[in-house]
């Protein structure tokens, strides 16, 4: 049975409480904003996704919630973030909500409900609300707002958790780093140029360690930013290789979304350069959250890391060993195993997920059985469910199959990995590639049902679709 391995602070726990109080107050926000209740049957009827799972902040009013109510739910004072117009916040580190806002002034319960997005213009464009944007073109923090009885803010994050749009009077007047826009869409253009197909693996990863010195440098020296960046430029390779994607990406920015919804990103990586492949990721500013390992049986492993301010997740995969159960694989270097599992044969066929192949999959938020439905009618099923909780929900799109390059069918085949039908199979039809993870979490549950990822693994691997010889 997989299980995380870490200690009891990634024991995930769910918060019905919250969760029922978050509700109520995105219904009687929707009932005082009618752009909001518009936006929020669009989103479930066009997208398949939910407006509860877009909140970046909602903002109550002081006498409608007390900070003993939120403590007692599992919120905690966020000491580093500033309220410009005076109130408290609140963040929930055990749980997957919005932070709250409390303000002293204001005439209803709910005063605003801001959703985040990945372009504020993009937003107004979607809805033609007009070119009334705070905040700075490419900056941290830009906001769109419709006004109502309570207000609904549409939110543009660039790596920060600020609520203020005007970070000074420089900012205000536009005289704060006027290159930075100019340095940020460099970086974002080196990474997304940058060189996917070099056959030396080795010689790869330090093209790409000193592609990050540059980038970071673009940056000013901000993990924060460059991370965003990043994970932009890697979202936006995966989606051109699965068809999936692209039709639910058409489907989120006819509403000026983008993937302001995503929930994590999946790499697989081989066992020879996973501890180098953490330590990129670790140069962005990622902390290493719960490690799985999924038994003697599985023959997989985990670690997934979180940004402590972009919120990206990451979940890595590779191969294990059963007596590599108790091994720090994030640092250690493990040696080549004699048969590759799922993972090690994925990346055999396609390469590491973070030079040649992109992602194996992105999962996002959605309400997950008018999701399923809606890409059913765009011609797109899904797997069955590999997780059916009320508290967790997950099916993988069927994979997109992926050319293989000779060399790697060759090298794969002279080893012993897969059959000769198999490599005449993968030469003709490819292998599967990448897939899009439909997600629904309730009660704030911020974990992963580990015996279906074991589950999904397998079902997954590229042999099970193969040919097998007679």
Avoid at 157 to 172: F, I, K, V
Wanted: glycine share 8%; charged share 25%.
């Amino acid at each position: 049975m997989p299980h995380p391995v870490g200690g009891s602070e990634f024991d995930w726990r769910r918060y019905p409480e919250a969760a029922s109080a978050l509700r109520r107050w995105v219904e009687a926000g929707i009932t005082s904003n009618p752009f909001a209740a518009t936006l929020a049957r669009r989103m479930r009827d066009e997208t398949g996704t939910r407006l509860v799972d877009w909140l970046d902040h909602v903002v109550i009013h002081e006498a409608a919630v007390s900070s003993l109510e939120l403590e007692g739910w599992g919120f905690e004072r966020d000491w580093e973030t500033t309220d410009p117009e005076g109130g408290l916040v609140f963040r929930h580190a055990g749980g997957m909500f919005p932070r709250v806002v409390t303000r002293p002034k204001g005439s209803a319960a709910v005063l605003e409900l801001a959703v985040k997005v990945e372009s504020v213009a993009e937003f107004a464009r979607a809805h033609d609300l007009g070119p009334k944007l705070e905040g700075y073109a490419f900056g941290p923090y830009r906001v769109a707002r419709v006004a109502g009885t309570t207000s609904l803010a549409a939110v543009e994050r660039r790596a920060t958790r600020t609520l203020d749009p005007w970070d000074g009077e420089l900012a205000r007047s536009g005289r704060l780093a006027p290159h930075a826009a100019r340095d940020a869409l460099a970086a974002r253009d080196l990474w997304t140029a940058r060189r996917r197909g070099l056959p030396d693996e080795q010689a790869a990863l330090c093209e790409l360690d000193e592609l990050l010195d540059r980038v970071l440098e673009l940056c000013h020296g901000s993990r924060d930013l460059a991370c965003h960046l990043v994970f932009e430029a890697e979202r936006a390779f995966w989606q051109s290789r699965n068809r999936a994607a692209r039709v639910q990406k058409a489907r989120q920015d006819r509403l000026g979304l983008g993937w302001a919804n995503h929930d994590h990103h999946t790499f697989r990586c081989s066992r020879a350069h996973f501890p180098r492949i953490m330590s990129l990721f670790r140069r962005l500013g990622f902390e290493t959250r719960e490690r799985f390992h999924a038994g003697a049986e599985a023959g997989w492993g985990a670690q997934i890391l979180e940004h402590p301010v972009t919120g990206i997740v990451i979940f890595a995969d590779l191969d294990l060993a059963p007596d590599e159960l108790a091994v720090d694989f994030t640092r250690q270097p493990l040696p080549e195993l004699e048969r590759p599992a799922t993972v090690g044969l994925w990346v055999a066929l396609h390469g590491e997920s973070l030079l040649a192949a992109g992602l194996h999959h992105l999962e996002a938020q959605f309400d997950f059985d008018a999701a399923r439905t809606q890409l059913a009618a765009e011609g797109i099923e899904t797997m069955p469910p590999f997780s059916d909780f009320p508290f967790l929900r997950q099916a993988f799109t069927v994979g997109e199959r992926w050319p293989v390059r000779v060399d790697r069918l060759a090298a794969a085949r002279q080893r012993g990995w897969i059959s000769a039908d198999q490599k005449i199979q993968f030469e003709s039809e490819g292998a599967l590639g990448s897939h899009l993870e439909i997600l629904e979490r309730n009660d704030g549950f911020k974990g992963f049902n580990q015996a279906g990822v074991s589950a999904i693994l397998a079902a997954t691997d590229p042999r099970r679709r193969a040919v097998h010889p007679t």
